[in-house]
């Protein structure tokens, strides 16, 4: 009985890990490309492992200061599912390609392809966060353009 138990148990601990997966947190070993693909990734993916956690994974990177404009959470949730970002949510592709980087920001070009098929190009820059705190040196989301439209797939 207790190894049936423990076999339970173990289950059980294993299934509830991957219901709540980890948000990833910045922190200042990770490079400007892998904060847009992080950012990407979770909006591509956005309720899984549960409702607007895309979205979530998005604004721990956004920059304080985008954070206070675009904020707080539930506003910035409103603003991407709204139209001038909902082809981000469950996108089934994206490409980023490096435009510009020095030591202190960095432009990419990212092509997203949206759930109906549909291609858009966005300007998505990150800045070196410089202040106190654990987010000091972390490179950050400061813009994301508007959405570019440039056409459809076969």
Same mark, same amino acid.
């Given at each position: 009985?207790?190894?049936?138990?423990?076999?339970? $148990?173990?289950? $059980?601990?294993?299934?509830?890990?991957?219901?709540?997966?980890?948000?990833?947190? @910045?922190?200042?070993?990770?490079?400007?490309?892998?904060?847009?693909?992080?950012?990407?990734?979770?909006?591509?993916?956005?309720?899984?492992?549960?409702?607007?956690?895309?979205?979530?994974?998005?604004?721990? $990177?956004?920059? @304080?200061?985008?954070?206070?404009?675009?904020?707080?959470?539930?506003?910035?949730?409103?603003?991407?599912?709204?139209?001038?970002?909902?082809?981000?949510?469950?996108?089934?592709?994206?490409?980023?390609?490096?435009?510009?980087?020095?030591?202190?920001?960095?432009?990419?070009?990212?092509?997203?392809?949206?759930?109906?098929?549909?291609?858009?190009?966005?300007?998505?820059?990150?800045?070196?966060?410089?202040?106190?705190? @654990?987010?000091?040196?972390?490179?950050?989301?400061?813009?994301?353009?508007?959405?570019? @439209?440039?056409?459809?797939?076969?």
């Amino acid at each position: 009985m207790k190894i049936i138990f423990k076999i339970f $148990f173990l289950i $059980f601990l294993l299934f509830s890990n991957m219901l709540h997966a980890e948000i990833i947190k @910045p922190n200042n070993g990770i490079e400007p490309y892998q904060v847009v693909k992080i950012q990407l990734r979770g909006l591509m993916e956005n309720d899984k492992p549960q409702i607007d956690t895309g979205i979530e994974q998005t604004w721990e $990177f956004a920059h @304080p200061q985008n954070q206070k404009y675009t904020g707080p959470l539930e506003n910035f949730k409103s603003m991407i599912k709204g139209d001038s970002y909902s082809m981000l949510i469950d996108h089934l592709d994206h490409e980023v390609i490096e435009v510009y980087k020095n030591e202190k920001v960095a432009t990419f070009e990212v092509t997203v392809l949206d759930k109906d098929k549909k291609y858009y190009r966005f300007k998505w820059q990150v800045e070196k966060y410089r202040g106190v705190g @654990p987010l000091n040196n972390c490179w950050l989301t400061t813009a994301v353009s508007q959405p570019m @439209p440039t056409g459809s797939s076969i």
